[in-house]
């Protein structure tokens, strides 16, 4: 067995002790999924796992042998940039970016949670289709901070990037 | 961190099995033990994954839900069914946490977290009888804000920080189990312990047993429940006060309800004086605010959180007028 990472095959760690976090950064030398707080409340090191967002600081990389993880690395095609990643420079959805990669695959897997019907802490009917208003989004983005306070600019490029056909296409990939 | 090992289980008999060892723990989503772990709170040699276990919700044959100890937090509060028969356990635990931790959250593991008091993870500074028994207790005369009003011990004052287990204690779960003598079952309500002298136990869990399911037993008017937490900003942060509740009314008498509190003791506390106190009489803001009382009347506070006795009473009163007029 092994962890696919942005599409490569990595065995998992012999140490049990190492987190989807350290093995990321530390191991592969993919960067670009960031350590803040390290123990869940920050939101900065948010991957997605088989499509879900987690947070791979509090993931023991043992645990995910035979998973599909998608990092920030994972989501441009060669120079293109994914969607997202334009609108949060369109919107100054940043300011010193260390944020940002978890923001980003975190609004990922939060559309495509809103999209199978997860209700929110703010959703009225819990049995109603989801409807991502900006208080919908804020609440479903609560679990990345941004001590920067581009919180608006990242509603912004969301609601963009939700609404734009190619976006919300690529959203939903 | 100090070594463990890692195995997974392949079903609950291989668990068990494997967590007869010395110090071993069982791991769902790790987002409380790998904390735990980490700060040297936790010490265990071992670790057995048993997220593989159990992940399934079904319906009952009486019309109730069973949910697997590997259901994931997000699994469970989407259900379809949770969330038109049971809301309450749904808005319990969408107002928990973020969305990524719920994502990696189990149900199990969501019962066995331990508790967030400061002094119980100041493993340098601070003495607790949770972490380390007879050390005493630095909370008691600390910062209290988030401290128990009810049920508290002169040994420890913690609370507990689940908002799902305050939901499961108003709907009357079941908690399936498997240890050593085999399986049982247990109400909800007593898994949990008051910290008394014992506060290095927050459960009545035999070592190595283990959660296998949770059941909800049919409750027709758990479809009028709902879930309201109070706390220190509007997202991610954990309840100073909550309310789990209930509601049926007939002929525009309270014919039955459920009610539990969340923030305020060692244990998700199942408010059975006000339940007693409302159960036949009028649906009305009087009698509401004389159950709320009657609940109430034990709560001791300490110096940071007195607030928290008026703060239950005003919000259960809102909870139970807000489901008065949705069920008027």
Known sequence: MSILINGLAVAPPDDPRVSLLDLLREGLHLSGTKKGCNQGACGACTVLVDGERIVSCLALAVQYDGREVTTIEGLADGDALHPLQQAFIDHDGFQCGYCTPGQICSAIGMAAEAKRGVPSHVSADLAADVTLTREELQERMSGNLCRCGAHNGIIDAIRETLTSQTGAAEMAA | ?328
């Not at chain 2, 994931?72 to 969408?94: D, F, G, K, Q």
């Not at chain 2, 420890?156 to 908002?163: E, G, Q, R, W, Y």
């Open chain 2, 1 to 328: 961190m100090t070594p463990f090992t890692y195995a997974r289980a392949e079903d609950a008999a291989d668990a068990l099995r494997l967590g007869q060892a010395n110090a071993t723990a069982y791991l769902g989503g790790g987002t409380n033990l790998v904390d735990l772990i980490r700060e040297t709170v936790a010490r265990p040699n071992g670790l057995v994954d048993v997220t593989g276990l159990s992940g399934g919700i079904e319906e009952t044959e009486h019309g109730g839900l069973m949910i697997g100890a590997a259901v994931r937090n997000t699994a469970l509060a989407e259900h379809m069914m949770v969330r038109t028969r049971y809301p309450v356990l749904s808005r319990a635990i969408l107002a928990g946490a973020s969305a990524q931790i719920r994502n990696m959250a189990t149900v199990g593991g969501n019962l066995l977290q331990r508790t967030r008091c400061t002094y119980f993870y100041d493993t340098d500074g601070s003495r607790c009888n949770k972490r380390m028994p007879g050390s005493g207790c630095d909370a008691i005369e600390g910062f209290t804000r988030g401290h128990a009003i009810l049920g508290a011990s002169t040994d420890c004052v913690a609370t507990h920080p689940s908002d799902m287990c305050v939901a499961l204690a108003a709907l009357d779960a079941i908690v399936h189990l498997h240890g050593r003598g085999g399986a049982r079952t247990l109400p909800f309500v007593e898994l949990h312990r008051l910290p008394g002298d014992r506060p290095e136990f927050d459960t009545v869990l035999e070592p190595g047993e283990l959660i296998t399911a949770i059941e909800l037993p049919p409750m027709s008017f758990a479809a009028n429940s709902t879930y309201r937490k109070v706390r220190d900003r509007a997202g991610y942060a954990f309840a100073l006060v909550s309310i789990a509740a209930a509601l049926e009314i007939e002929g525009g008498r309270i014919k039955d309800v459920r009610i539990a509190l969340g923030g305020v003791a060692h244990k998700p506390w199942r408010a059975s004086k006000a339940e007693a106190a409302l159960r036949g009489g009028p649906a009305t803001e009087d009698a509401f605010r004389a159950a709320a009382v009657a609940e109430m009347a034990d709560a001791v506070p300490l110096r940071d959180n007195g607030f928290k006795i008026e703060l239950t009473k005003r919000t259960l009163v809102a909870v139970l007028g807000d489901l008065a007029g949705a069920a008027a």
